[in-house]
């Protein structure tokens, strides 16, 4: 089971990283890319939505501060890309730590509106900031330095980002702060008895998620090369939201798989592309009603359907030997 | 010796005065049971001393320190774990995996070295998975350890949330109604756990209905009704006093 795994995930990465070579044009070559930039800002909302239980719909606000930030550092003050990329996390970062302190107090769809008016403040802003912005006529965005130049060197870029920050949340998620940040999604009580910091919690997470957003933008500005105001249209947010529900709560590759699918689904159903907005509607509904746990789980549930664990009851027997010696080892006694 | 204690504590809520002055000690290594009819102030008093309710007046103190405006994290931190009336399990998560969420006290490991899974953080990892795999040995739920916690059966979710407080090596652990839809033979494996508890040093403070069982596993006992003491000593004197009596036991 566990090797299968690690095969699969060898043989889905040497296929991303060589496909260049393979790719049939271009366009697939910069949709890739495009799930690449949009997968490292949902690994990080992942855990604020999934992990956390914090329903953010207003990320691409986070996204387009990154995008602006990386335009107008390379563009107009003629940073290096690199230093502009770091700088564009960074500023995620801080206007994660500005949206989530007074926001992340709010309960659950008081805390989503908070955010959702955040995005909405950002597009206004980047409106009506003409001289820096370029207000509704946009920016053009420059590339990264060569080798990083041609699409296929931003594609390698792209994935190399994409997979340490899936690292990152991985470790988040497997280790203590994964269980403490599903208490704090499933009951704050218990989060609480076992003194789990919440709010701090929450907020470092956000933070977090902040600093992936920023890098996501600066690489989706890039990858666009030129960003207006409708470039980040409050849809975007409520696409990286679906993508988590669709993907499954507490699992990281089930929103990968939901990012992948719903990015290349107008590609998919190319031959009705005027349908491809259906399409999406209609993969939702049918996630939500069919396998509401998320496309993440279906593996398990399939499983227990076809093959039901028999839940074989016993008596509880307590060891109270073991269980003396467990509590008599105590460090800190 | 470090006892966890209430002085004249007082809560009201509205105008309904749940606990009236009440003071109670727990002191290492007893079993404290407190008693009392429905609505007497049990669970609002065991709120008190884990830091869900902050009392109005009166002072929580844990040995010197004082926990009165403390939360609950931090009374976590100082040692004082609880389990609920309806235990509280993380559903999706496996019961090793809950076990483990009650070592968060010991966790060093900062969110952003976490990340970066330095080594800190996967030998906490190591360790407090080996603690809590012995404890569950300890309470006797090993078949389960890997079940999701939500398949789990009431008495197996009432062992594990024991395991999870114990997790933190507390000094004190706070059992509100342990025994509640336990079966007999259930009741007698769960004094078998706490008396073990108790012999390890760790004051328990026991709220139960099950008069019986207060009585044989108690250490002292405390009675309660409207939210006023009627009568502390030891199982003997409670059971024989006659205010205690005529409120709860009856004739």
């Known amino acids: 089971m566990r090797a299968s795994r690690a095969v699969v995930m060898v043989g889905g990465l040497l296929a991303l990283a060589t496909m260049p070579w393979w790719a049939r044009d271009q366009y697939q070559l910069h949709l890739a890319a495009l799930i690449g930039v949009y997968w490292i800002l949902i690994a990080g909302l992942n855990l604020i939505v999934g992990y956390s239980g914090q329903l953010s719909i207003g990320h691409v606000g986070l996204l387009a501060i990154g995008a602006y930030a990386?335009?107008?550092?390379?563009?107009?003050?003629?940073?290096?890309?690199?230093?502009?990329?770091?700088?564009?996390?960074?500023?995620?970062?801080?206007?994660?730590?500005?949206?989530g302190l007074p926001s992340l107090r709010l309960p659950g769809f008081y805390f989503a509106m908070a955010t959702l008016a955040f995005a909405l403040i950002v597009t206004e802003i980047s409106l009506a900031q003409g001289d820096l912005t370029g207000g509704g006529t946009g920016l053009s965005v420059p590339g990264f330095t060569a080798p990083f130049d041609t699409p296929g060197g931003f594609h390698a870029l792209i994935l190399s980002v994409a997979a340490l920050i899936t690292w990152l949340t991985w470790n988040v998620a497997r280790f203590m702060w994964g269980r403490a940040l599903i208490a704090v999604?499933?009951?704050?009580v218990t989060a609480q008895a076992v003194g789990v910091p919440v709010f701090r919690a929450k907020l470092l997470v956000f933070v977090f998620s902040g600093l992936t957003a920023g890098v996501a933008g600066a690489l989706f500005a890039s990858l666009q090369s030129y960003i207006t105001p409708d470039t980040f249209v409050f849809e975007l947010g409520l696409f990286f939201f679906v993508c988590i529900i669709i993907g499954g709560r507490g699992t990281i590759v089930g929103?990968?798989?939901?990012?992948?699918?719903?990015?290349?689904?107008?590609?998919?159903?190319?031959?009705?592309?005027?349908?491809?907005?259906?399409?999406?509607g209609l993969l939702l509904l049918a996630v939500v009603l069919l396998v509401p746990e998320g496309i993440g789980h279906v593996v398990e549930i399939v499983r227990a359907r076809w093959k039901p664990r028999s839940l074989q009851s016993f008596a509880v027997t307590p060891d109270a030997a073991r269980l003396a010696r467990c509590l008599r080892a105590d460090p800190e006694r | 010796m470090i006892s966890l204690a209430a002085k004249t504590v007082t809560k009201v809520f509205g105008g309904l005065t749940a606990l009236s002055e009440v003071s109670i000690e727990v002191r290492p290594g007893e079993i404290h049971g407190?008693?009392?009819?429905?609505?007497?102030?049990?669970?609002?008093?065991?709120?008190?001393?884990?830091?869900?309710?902050?009392a109005d007046a009166g002072r929580v103190t844990l040995g010197e320190a004082d926990l009165t405006r403390d939360s609950v994290q931090r009374r976590a931190f100082a040692g004082v774990a609880r389990?609920?009336?309806?235990?509280?399990?993380l559903p999706t998560l496996s019961v090793i995996d809950n076990v483990m969420l009650g070592g968060w006290p010991a966790v060093r490991s900062t969110f952003f070295g976490t990340a970066l899974s330095w080594l800190r953080a996967r030998r906490e990892e190591r360790t407090l998975r080996a603690r809590a795999e012995e404890l569950l040995h300890g309470v006797g739920l090993a078949q389960v350890m890997t079940r999701r916690a939500s398949l789990l059966e009431h008495a197996e979710q009432r062992f594990a949330e024991i395991a999870r407080g114990l997790m933190a090596s507390p000094r004190f652990l706070l059992l509100d109604e342990p025994a509640g839809g336990l079966t007999p033979h259930e009741i007698e494996q769960l004094g078998v756990v706490i008396r073990t508890v108790r012999d390890?040093?760790?004051?328990?403070?026991?709220?139960?209905?099950?008069?019986?069982?207060?009585?044989?596993?108690?250490?002292?006992?405390?009675?309660?009704?409207?939210?006023?003491?009627?009568r502390q000593g030891t199982p003997a004197e409670v059971r024989h006093d006659a205010e205690v009596i005529r409120v709860y036991l009856g004739a």
Not at chain 1, 74 to 87: D, K, N, Q, V
Not at chain 2, 34 to 54: E, H, M, Q, R
Not at chain 2, 83 to 89: D, G, N, S
């Open chain 2, 34 to 54: 407190l008693i009392g009819p429905n609505g007497s102030g049990k669970t609002t008093l065991l709120n008190a001393l884990s830091g869900y309710y902050l």
């Open chain 1, 255 to 280: 929103p990968l798989i939901g990012t992948a699918v719903l990015t290349a689904l107008p590609e998919i159903v190319a031959p009705l592309a005027r349908w491809s907005t259906f399409f999406y």
């Open chain 2, 200 to 230: 390890a040093g760790i004051g328990v403070l026991l709220v139960e209905h099950h008069t019986d069982f207060v009585f044989r596993l108690s250490d002292r006992v405390t009675a309660l009704d409207l939210g006023r003491v009627i």
């Open chain 2, 83 to 89: 389990t609920f009336q309806k235990p509280r399990l």
């Open chain 1, 70 to 99: 990386f335009a107008i550092l390379t563009g107009r003050y003629e940073w290096s890309p690199w230093i502009a990329l770091m700088a564009s996390g960074g500023i995620g970062a801080l206007c994660g730590l500005l949206l």
């Open chain 1, 185 to 188: 999604r499933d009951s704050v």
